[in-house]
T-cell receptor, first 115, second 110 residues
């Protein structure tokens, strides 16, 4: 089954404790992206990757890091989480980026609470 | 960069009635306009999309219309059913990553 898998789905942590949210897709997609969803703000892009070893900042990259060492994986790293990073996070992937490159597939989401 | 405005933010309709959600965008280079549906506890899922060379597209009870001159596009859902209750997002892109609207929470009242 074609899917984007995120882990963990739920996490409560404390300020400053490094954490990683993993994301894996099994569709051989080149493009992967991370979003955060907050009430009233919709989906805001954090980082995206056009291909292996190619990453770019989205609209809200501060406080986050990513890496793309393999095509299927795109982990999101919070080096020193703060309470304003409490949010619902989505990983997504597609064949490419831009208008001609097909549907964006989303994971089920990771709800992160930073105390 | 691109700015996408989506209205309304919440919408309640009686079962069987129609629902319309509207989006406006700013970048004249945008040429792809998808709509995503997010059910409770799940990630968004593509329900319909339209490209700039088409003015309207239908898929059963849902349709999308595009007015490139005015830079707006709309989602139309006819004969709404309780399972249509969800959050709907519009989005646009040209050669840049998708930019999403803030979402519309649709409630279909039985």
């Amino acid at each position: 089954e074609a899917q984007v898998t995120q882990n963990p789905r739920y996490l409560i942590t404390v300020t400053g404790k490094k954490l990683t949210v993993t994301c894996s897709q099994n569709m051989n997609h080149e493009y992967m992206s991370w979003y955060r969803q907050d009430p009233g703000l919709g989906l805001r892009q954090i980082y995206y990757s056009m291909n292996v070893e190619v990453t770019d900042k989205g609209d809200v990259p501060e406080g986050y890091k990513v890496s793309r060492k393999e095509k299927r994986n795109f982990p999101l790293i919070l080096e020193s989480p703060s309470p304003n990073q409490t949010s619902l996070y989505f990983c997504a992937s597609s064949l490419g980026q831009g208008s001609g490159t097909g549907e964006l597939f989303f994971g089920e989401g990771s709800r992160l609470t930073v105390l | 960069g691109e700015n996408v405005e989506q209205h309304p933010s919440t919408l309640s309709v009686q079962e069987g009635d129609s629902a319309v959600i509207k989006c406006t965008y700013s970048d004249s280079a945008s040429n792809y306009f998808p709509w995503y549906k997010q059910e409770l506890g799940k990630g968004p899922q593509l329900i319909i999309d339209i490209r700039s060379n088409v003015g309207e597209k239908k898929d059963q009870r849902i349709a999308v219309t595009l007015n490139k001159t005015a830079k707006h596009f709309s989602l139309h859902i006819t004969e709404t059913q309780p399972e249509d209750s969800a959050v709907y997002f519009c989005a646009t892109s040209g050669n840049t990553p998708l930019v999403f609207g803030k979402g519309t929470r649709l409630s279909v009242i039985a």
